[in-house]
Nanobody, 120 residues
Framework: QVQLVESGGGLVQPGGSLRLSCAVS????????MNWYRQAPGKERELVAT????????NYADSVKGRFTISRDNAKNTVYLQMNSLKPEDTAVYLC?????????????WGQGTQVTVSS
């Protein structure tokens, strides 16, 4: 069974930084596209950042471009989200997601999320 566990969230002041981690067990992430989503109270879930399998192409939501960086360490089976210059509007639960397609079937796994609160 594939399990994703996020960590690294917390309370940070505006302008601060946090690094989120997503540790995956039960399968190698090398064949998965990995994503970070976030969901704020009363808002729809938003795709924040994505990283493909090799060549590790990344994409970001316009709202975080230039401030957030997604990366992956396949040897550690872990994905990261470095968040800099944090703003109050970044406050949300951040969720890790692993996706792969195999023989026309989609495999889609989610973590429980980690809370990020940006406030003075």
């Amino acid at each position: 069974q594939v399990q994703l566990v996020e960590s690294g969230g917390g309370l940070v002041q505006p302008g601060g930084s946090l690094r989120l981690s997503c540790a995956v067990s039960g399968s190698s992430i090398s064949s998965y596209g990995m994503n970070w989503y976030r969901q704020a109270p009363g808002k729809e879930r938003e795709l924040v950042a994505t990283i493909t399998t090799i060549p590790f192409t990344t994409n970001y939501a316009d709202s975080v471009k230039g401030r957030f960086t997604i990366s992956r360490d396949n040897a550690k089976n872990t994905v990261y989200l470095q968040m800099n210059s944090l703003k109050p509007e970044d406050t949300a639960v951040y969720l890790c997601n692993a996706v792969r397609w195999y023989l026309a079937r989609k495999y889609d796994y989610w973590g429980q999320g980690t809370q990020v609160t940006v406030s003075s």
